[in-house]
């Protein structure tokens, strides 16, 4: 692995910088670029991220780069690891520094909240078509592969040997990478899955108990299934990692930022205040009024999404929610779009 092209990480956040040290423990050389010139520098002298992933030391094929071009020049590979509302922007940025060989990836969840258009979407609308192009997604908390403890995600891909090689070059004895060719199937399940986990969050810290929370869960996977279906995608990928198993990850445990925000909003905290108590992105405040406009498009019915859109957006206080779902018309349990 040492001899191969470089892989240039764009987005020094959590997850960015927890790729970027997990391709380098493999040998792969790593340039990392982070938007925040003050944490590059630090990044830089202290060879660790302070603020993400204290304890995780950078491996000396880790290298920091203060400059866009300065991090994509030479390498093969770029994988992008920034929030859904920046990936149009970097996608821009690094237009004009690529060749037809450079291949994309990218860690992006969510849709485009203007146009309502997945990751791969935008790619190609800002790209083209001539490049590779691949999405990671997975139950993976960034704080546990920075540490180094057992994971696993799917790589899904419009080119096969490109998928591959991400995931040979990701994998090791606790990190393994699946493949997959549904990149729908897999931007949809990580789009949804933050708008759930933060119901989730919000029935949990209102003291609803387990039974709602399994219900939201296998309920919420359904809409999410729907959703999918009505996209185009494979119904397979949403019982795998990507589907279900970042589902279960993100609803029930509290290193989940978006689930930290519905137990925040439980406590009567506001979206702003719960926001600068988790100092990081909380994707599902933004995915549920993408989703929200994408299942009205698309006629798609999602009540768990769409109750928690409106009481993030319409202040519907969070019990009215919850019965607004519980005397919903009686129906078969069904994953079926409507029109189906």
Not at 166 to 171: F, G, P, Q, R, V
Not at 243 to 271: P, Q, Y
Request: with cysteine.
């Amino acid at each position: 692995m040492a001899g191969a092209a470089p892989i240039a990480i764009i987005g020094a956040g959590s997850w960015g910088t927890a790729l970027a040290l997990q391709f380098a423990r493999n040998g792969r050389s790593v340039r990392l670029w982070g938007r925040d010139a003050t944490q590059v520098q630090s990044m830089h002298r202290d060879r660790v991220n302070q603020r993400y992933l204290p304890g995780a030391p950078f491996p000396d094929s880790l290298h920091v780069e203060a400059r866009v071009a300065d991090a994509v020049k030479g390498a093969q590979d770029i994988l992008i690891a920034v929030p859904s509302h920046a990936f149009r922007e970097i996608m821009l940025r690094l237009k004009p520094l690529l060749d037809s060989s450079t291949r994309i990836a990218w860690a992006t969840k969510g849709f485009e909240l203007r146009s309502g258009k997945l990751p791969h979407q935008v790619a190609t609308e800002v790209l083209g078509g001539r490049h590779a192009m691949a999405v990671l997604s997975g139950p993976t908390f960034a704080k546990e592969v920075g540490a180094g403890l057992p994971t696993a995600l799917t790589i899904a891909a419009n080119d096969d040997e490109f998928a591959r090689d991400l995931a040979e070059t990701l994998s090791s004895e606790n990190f393994r990478a699946y493949t997959s060719g549904d990149m729908v199937g897999v931007e949809v399940g990580g789009a949804v899955k933050n708008v759930l986990a933060i119901g989730a969050g919000l029935a949990d810290g209102l003291g609803f108990g387990a039974n709602t929370r399994i219900a939201m869960i296998s309920r919420g996977l359904a809409e999410m299934t729907r959703l999918g279906l009505a996209l185009g995608a494979n119904k397979e990928t949403f019982s795998g990692l990507a589907g279900m198993g970042d589902l279960v990850l993100t609803c029930t445990d509290s290193l989940s930022r978006n689930r930290r925000m519905g137990l925040a909003l439980a406590s009567g905290k506001t979206i702003a205040e719960a926001q600068e108590e988790i100092q990081q992105v909380v994707e599902g405040v933004l995915a549920a009024e993408a989703v929200h406009e994408v299942a009205q498009q698309l006629n798609v019915e999602m009540p768990i999404c769409e109750e928690i859109y409106r009481i993030l957006y319409q202040s519907v206080p969070p019990h009215e929610a919850v019965r607004n779902l519980m005397t919903r018309a009686l129906g078969a349990e069904q994953v079926q779009h409507k029109g189906a």
